[in-house]
């Protein structure tokens, strides 16, 4: 029994997210699942990296399983390609050490937002990104993004109910202009339901003017997701970048 790593990158667009769900068939993880186990001949399950939401996408996604039947992955990741729908991609397949687990062993993630902010739609590029058309203050910005890296208690930054330790460390938000578009990128060990989402349209806030840092720092302290940002639809996020 051997345990393989496979980094895969999604269009999410069609997807009801990354989790296997038993209300439907349509999700990143069943896909997976199925085609692997069709080509192995073997029931496969696999462990993701992240759990990307409905409509999120993936640059680099990993994931883990266990095969007693896998014995080339060179032909094995041939076969993927043929046989995974061509919105998801098998970009590599590898031996990975016994103990290897695609999320506990995962140390850092990086999610890329992508703003579009003129009024002239992005006709090619409108499932990748969010239209906001509106005037921003960068500075006022990264302002309020000073206050989201570090340690913190992000349960005003989740939309989910939990039981496990709500405390990340987002250690870089970068925000990079490119014309039109806004780029935002959150670096960190880990995000909450839906955080990378409602820390991108708090900081839009912050741009217009409609939040400030302090009112950041206080959603912090106080934990309360209604001081916090709207949260920012999914098309615009994409999972960029993972380190083991």
């Given at each position: 029994?051997?345990?393989?790593?496979?980094?895969?990158?999604?269009?999410g667009?069609?997807?009801?997210?990354?989790?296997?769900?038993?209300?439907?068939?349509?999700?990143?993880?069943?896909?997976?699942?199925?085609?692997?186990?069709?080509?192995?001949?073997?029931a496969?399950?696999?462990?993701?990296?992240?759990?990307?939401?409905?409509?999120?996408?993936?640059?680099?996604?990993?994931?883990?399983?266990?095969?007693?039947?896998?014995?080339?992955?060179?032909?094995?990741?041939t076969?993927?390609?043929?046989?995974?729908?061509?919105?998801?991609?098998?970009?590599?397949?590898?031996?990975?050490?016994?103990?290897?687990?695609?999320?506990?062993?995962?140390?850092?993630?990086?999610?890329?937002?992508?703003?579009?902010?003129?009024?002239?739609?992005?006709?090619?590029?409108?499932?990748?990104?969010?239209?906001?058309?509106?005037?921003?203050?960068?500075p006022?910005?990264r302002?309020?993004?000073?206050?989201?890296?570090?340690?913190?208690?992000?349960?005003?930054?989740?939309?989910?109910?939990?039981?496990?330790?709500?405390?990340?460390?987002?250690?870089?938000?970068?925000?990079?202009?490119?014309?039109?578009?806004?780029?935002?990128?959150?670096?960190?060990?880990?995000?909450?339901?839906?955080?990378?989402?409602?820390?991108?349209?708090?900081?839009?806030?912050?741009?217009?003017?409609?939040?400030?840092?302090?009112?950041?720092?206080?959603?912090?302290?106080?934990?309360?997701?209604?001081?916090?940002?709207?949260?920012?639809?999914?098309?615009?996020?994409?999972l960029w970048?993972?380190?083991?």
């Open positions: 029994m051997g345990n393989y790593k496979l980094t895969l990158s999604y269009d667009s069609r997807y009801a997210g990354w989790q296997r769900q038993g209300n439907t068939g349509s999700t990143i993880q069943r896909k997976v699942e199925e085609t692997l186990s069709r080509v192995l001949d073997e496969v399950q696999v462990s993701g990296c992240g759990r990307t939401d409905a409509g999120v996408h993936a640059r680099m996604q990993v994931c883990s399983f266990y095969s007693s039947a896998l014995s080339s992955p060179e032909k094995t990741l076969l993927l390609r043929r046989y995974l729908p061509e919105d998801i991609a098998a970009v590599r397949l590898e031996a990975a050490p016994p103990r290897f687990h695609a999320r506990l062993s995962c140390r850092e993630k990086t999610y890329r937002y992508r703003v579009w902010r003129s009024d002239c739609p992005n006709v090619f590029e409108r499932k990748y990104l969010y239209s906001f058309p509106e005037p921003l203050s960068l006022a910005m302002e309020a993004a000073s206050e989201l890296t570090g340690t913190h208690d992000f349960a005003a930054f989740s939309s989910g109910r939990t039981n496990k330790s709500t405390v990340r460390t987002v250690r870089e938000i970068v925000l990079t202009e490119n014309g039109p578009e806004l780029t935002m990128s959150f670096t960190g060990d880990g995000f909450l339901y839906h955080m990378v989402r409602i820390m991108a349209g708090t900081l839009l806030e912050a741009g217009q003017g409609k939040r400030t840092a302090e009112d950041v720092r206080l959603a912090l302290q106080k934990k309360d997701r209604s001081l916090a940002g709207f949260t920012a639809p999914a098309q615009g996020l994409t970048d993972i380190q083991y």
